[in-house]
């Protein structure tokens, strides 16, 4: 996510998806709440962590014969619940299911949470909204949600109704129930 000024103004999602789409302009709804902010270039360590993790989430699907899903990134957007007036891009997520292939063939968004939603830390990122959009995906019940920070080689996984835990580059990421059989050294989200 590397974003930064923001204005605000009230709308539902029906109205938000006609805006067309400005360069240099990055908009996310907000509980009704429009909200633009002027896009930055990413640094080298917010594009690779990106590029590294979408990477290793893909190969985890498909290493998983039983698993059908999507692996998106680049502010992948998504309509986190049909009783919010809420349109979010994603750095990167995981949907699960038939329904997110027909939605990707077929939707301008993909609509429900995530099974992951995965959000890289830039320099532009302002500490609240980070907040904000975190609660955003736990309260819609997004199974699992990666706070990737690639100047300190992090990663916070959180969950509804449980303590936040946090990886180093020394560590794993490994028996998560949300994603059989993945496993990958912290440290490769960060190698370019």
Same mark, same amino acid.
């Given at each position: 996510?590397?974003?930064?000024?923001?204005?605000?103004?009230?709308?539902?999602?029906?109205?938000?998806?006609?805006?067309?789409?400005?360069?240099?302009?990055?908009?996310?709804?907000?509980?009704?709440?429009?909200?633009?902010?002027?896009?930055?270039?990413?640094?080298?360590?917010?594009?690779?962590?990106?590029?590294?993790?979408?990477?290793?989430?893909?190969?985890?699907?498909?290493?998983?014969?039983?698993?059908?899903?999507?692996?998106?990134?680049?502010?992948?957007?998504?309509?986190?619940?049909?009783?919010?007036?809420?349109?979010?891009?994603?750095? =990167?997520?995981?949907?699960?299911?038939?329904?997110?292939?027909?939605?990707?063939?077929?939707?301008?968004?993909?609509?429900?949470?995530?099974?992951?939603?995965?959000?890289?830390?830039?320099?532009?990122?302002?500490?609240?909204? =980070?907040?904000?959009?975190?609660?955003?995906?736990?309260?819609?019940?997004?199974?699992?949600?990666?706070?990737?920070?690639?100047?300190?080689?992090?990663?916070?996984?959180?969950?509804?109704?449980?303590?936040? =835990?946090?990886?180093?580059?020394?560590?794993?990421?490994?028996?998560?129930?949300?994603?059989?059989?993945?496993?990958?050294? =912290?440290?490769?989200?960060?190698?370019?």
């Amino acid at each position: 996510m590397a974003i930064a000024e923001q204005t605000a103004t009230k709308m539902t999602v029906e109205e938000f998806l006609l805006i067309a789409d400005e360069e240099g302009t990055h908009r996310e709804l907000i509980d009704g709440e429009l909200r633009e902010y002027d896009v930055t270039t990413r640094n080298p360590r917010h594009s690779v962590a990106i590029a590294c993790t979408t990477f290793v989430l893909r190969k985890w699907l498909k290493s998983q014969s039983q698993k059908i899903g999507v692996i998106a990134c680049g502010d992948a957007r998504c309509r986190l619940n049909l009783d919010l007036e809420s349109v979010v891009g994603i750095d =990167v997520a995981y949907f699960e299911g038939e329904e997110a292939i027909r939605q990707f063939h077929e939707e301008p968004y993909f609509s429900g949470p995530p099974t992951l939603a995965v959000e890289v830390l830039s320099s532009s990122d302002v500490h609240e909204n =980070v907040i904000e959009k975190s609660q955003k995906y736990l309260a819609v019940e997004t199974k699992m949600l990666w706070i990737v920070d690639p100047d300190l080689q992090t990663v916070m996984i959180l969950k509804p109704n449980a303590e936040p =835990v946090l990886f180093n580059k020394t560590q794993r990421l490994n028996a998560l129930e949300e994603l059989p059989g993945f496993d990958v050294a =912290v440290r490769e989200l960060f190698e370019p």
